[in-house]
């Protein structure tokens, strides 16, 4: 068995970046990060690390994060406040039925997905 320590982003930006995932989970950037790191790390539930590199995202990601709404949220509501956070939406899969996921990107154009939430799949 091997435990899952990070899921890690490469990035332009880090800190920007995080600070989106931060306010979009509600994870804590760790407080050993500056704004200037190379790295930056989101401590969570699952740790994000985010990691400045070179060259710009060019194709499809091959793993993404399928993300939904907490607390009580919709899927809906969480798309609408991820707008607002300066997320875009890439695709729009909801069905007339309620069922589907709306994929969107971070500001750095990486894909996540959002779920419909535990509650409304009940």
């Not at 435990?3 to 990035?11: L, P």
């Not at 607390?71 to 890439?90: I, K, M, N, P, Y």
Request: charged share 30%; with cysteine; hydrophobic share 35%.
């Amino acid at each position: 068995m091997i435990d899952i320590d990070y899921v890690t982003f490469d990035c332009a930006r880090p800190y920007e970046l995080a600070a989106f995932w931060r306010d979009a989970t509600g994870f804590e950037i760790s407080p050993e990060t500056g704004a200037d790191d190379d790295e930056v790390l989101l401590l969570g539930k699952v740790n994000l690390l985010f990691i400045r590199v070179p060259e710009g995202k060019a194709v499809k990601n091959r793993v993404h994060l399928d993300v939904s709404g907490s607390e009580g949220s919709t899927r809906d509501q969480e798309v609408e406040r991820l707008l607002a956070l300066g997320a875009t939406v890439q695709a729009d899969r909801r069905a007339p039925d309620g069922s589907g996921w709306v994929t969107m990107l971070d500001p750095e154009g990486n894909e996540f997905c959002v779920c419909r939430s535990e509650t409304e799949r009940e």
